[in-house]
């Protein structure tokens, strides 16, 4: 069965600093992994989609990485702002169901002014 | 294009009672989702529709649950009766066919009391 984790499950920075978020998932049988924002009151917004024969997808400030071997994905995000404040999310869809997919719990950042 | 609607926004309910949520997918969309976030956890998917068939309701507590896609367009959830643990944000998502990137509604929080 798929899990997916997600380390650390809160963080508080300063505005300016270069992060990482980490995610981890169980079974490296996996389709692509997606990385959502999630602010308060609002649905998920889709930031980064990388298909499991990608290693990184680049999307302005933000990076994220694929290791399928090792069953890790990393969220960088660049020179963060106060906007960037938000639950960030990583979701797997597995090979066995290409339609359902596997959220981990998510971490959520403050980026302090 | 016009995003993926949710009503009502926020319910507040006492346990035992029946409560219904709706939803209007993105126009075209074939596929749609409901998906249960529970406080500090990533979203988890009850039901899943392709136009107006179930294809997944694996993980909808069918005692209370029910949900139905008349017209193969809007979809409405109920539960009767809530409980305690129903508490949450109910997401729903559409997407243009099975495995495509879904897109979520901003979801509608649920408290039973």
């Known amino acids: 069965k798929q899990e997916v984790t997600q380390i650390p499950a809160a963080l508080s920075v300063p505005e300016g600093e270069n992060l990482v978020l980490n995610c981890s998932f169980t079974d490296s049988a996996i389709y692509n992994l997606q990385w959502f924002r999630q602010d308060p009151g609002k649905g998920l917004t889709s930031l980064l989609l990388i298909q499991s024969s990608q290693r990184e997808q680049t999307s302005g400030r933000l990076n994220a990485s694929l290791d399928k071997s090792s069953g890790r994905s990393t969220l960088y995000i660049a020179a963060s702002q106060p906007g960037d404040s938000a639950t960030y999310l990583c979701?797997?869809?597995?090979?066995?169901?290409?339609?359902?997919?596997?959220f981990g719990s998510g971490t959520r950042l403050l980026v302090r002014p | 294009e016009a995003g993926v609607a949710q009503s009502p926004r926020y319910k507040i309910i006492e346990k035992r009672q029946s409560v219904a949520f709706w939803c209007n997918p993105i126009?075209?969309?074939?596929?749609l989702y409901w998906y249960q976030q529970i406080l500090g956890q990533g979203p988890k998917l009850l039901i899943q529709?392709?136009?107006?068939?179930?294809?997944?309701d694996s993980q909808l507590p069918k005692d209370r649950f029910s949900a139905e896609r008349l017209k193969g367009v809007d979809s409405t959830l109920k539960i009767q009766p809530a409980k305690l643990e129903d508490s949450a944000v109910y997401l729903c998502?559409?997407?243009?066919?099975?495995?495509?990137?879904?897109?979520f509604g901003p979801g509608t929080r649920l408290t039973v009391t």
């Open positions: 998502a559409s997407s243009l066919e099975v495995g495509y990137e879904q897109y």
């Open positions: 126009s075209g969309h074939a596929t």
């Open positions: 529709f392709q136009n107006n068939g179930v294809v997944d």
């Open positions: 979701a797997v869809r597995p090979m066995d169901s290409s339609y359902k997919l596997i």
